[in-house]
């Protein structure tokens, strides 16, 4: 079955960049789509298609994927961005997988 | 706006079978640009999808739960429904509707999510 790993955890400085990966096996072959959610939430889609943002997210996310990782990148990480953060693929094989999720803290 | 709601029992007993709902409004769940899921999270843990179906009834199963799982859908209610067989403690978690489009550019509509508690 196709397996996604994420970091348990990333940390950043208030108005800096954070940087969560997302590893597969040649997941650059595969569209992949990030989540982020809140405490007693419903999970929120930020990238969708490796890159692409959804009306109404900040352009301060960003997506890359190549190879065997996917990057979302926060550019000038604010509090409000503090969250779990879920990277999604479509495998032929497995169906839906998720990743293990991030939790972001904004320091 | 389409809106995702589920319900059902919040208390389920070992054994037994878990039952939900998700009922769709603002539009059709017969439109044919989407595939309605299940996914689950227990408490404190990451997203595991259940599985999905699409309006003509074709389902995909997340394989590791394939054998106790059913979705199915009643277009007549705007609903589709999960079962899941033979629940133990494992099963406990918050259970949400989603919906993806058959373009696959993610899941952006949610439900709130329930809270399933499988317990004697």
């Known amino acids: 079955s196709y397996e996604l790993t994420q970091p348990l955890s990333v940390s950043v400085a208030l108005g800096q960049t954070a940087r969560i990966t997302c590893g597969g096996n040649?997941?650059?072959?595969?569209?992949v789509h990030w989540y982020q959610q809140k405490p007693g939430q419903a999970p929120v889609l930020v990238i969708y298609?490796?890159?692409n943002r959804p009306s109404g997210i900040p352009e301060r996310f960003s997506g890359s994927n190549s190879g065997n990782t996917a990057t979302l990148t926060i550019s000038r990480a604010q509090a409000g961005d503090e969250a779990d953060y879920y990277c999604?693929?479509?495998?032929?094989?497995?169906?839906?997988?998720f990743g293990g999720g991030t939790k972001l803290t904004v320091l | 706006q389409v809106q995702l709601q589920e319900s059902g029992p919040g208390l389920v007993k070992p054994s037994q079978t878990l039952s939900l709902t998700c009922t769709v409004s603002g539009g059709s769940i017969s439109s044919g640009s989407y595939y309605w899921s299940w996914i689950r999270q227990p408490a404190g843990k990451g997203l595991e999808w259940i599985g999905r179906?699409?309006?003509?009834?074709?389902?995909n199963y997340n394989p590791s739960l394939k054998s106790r799982v059913t979705i199915s859908v009643d277009t007549s209610k705007n609903q589709f429904s999960l079962k899941l067989s033979s629940v133990t403690a494992a099963d406990t978690a918050v259970y949400y509707c989603?919906?993806?489009?058959?373009?696959?550019?993610?899941?952006?509509?949610w439900g709130q999510g329930t809270l399933v508690t499988v317990s004697s």
């Open positions: 179906i699409y309006t003509s009834g074709s389902t």
């Open positions: 298609r490796d890159s």
């Open positions: 999604q693929v479509w495998d032929s094989s497995t169906g839906v997988v």
């Open positions: 040649n997941i650059g072959s595969k569209n």
């Open positions: 989603a919906r993806d489009s058959i373009v696959r550019d993610g899941y952006r509509r």
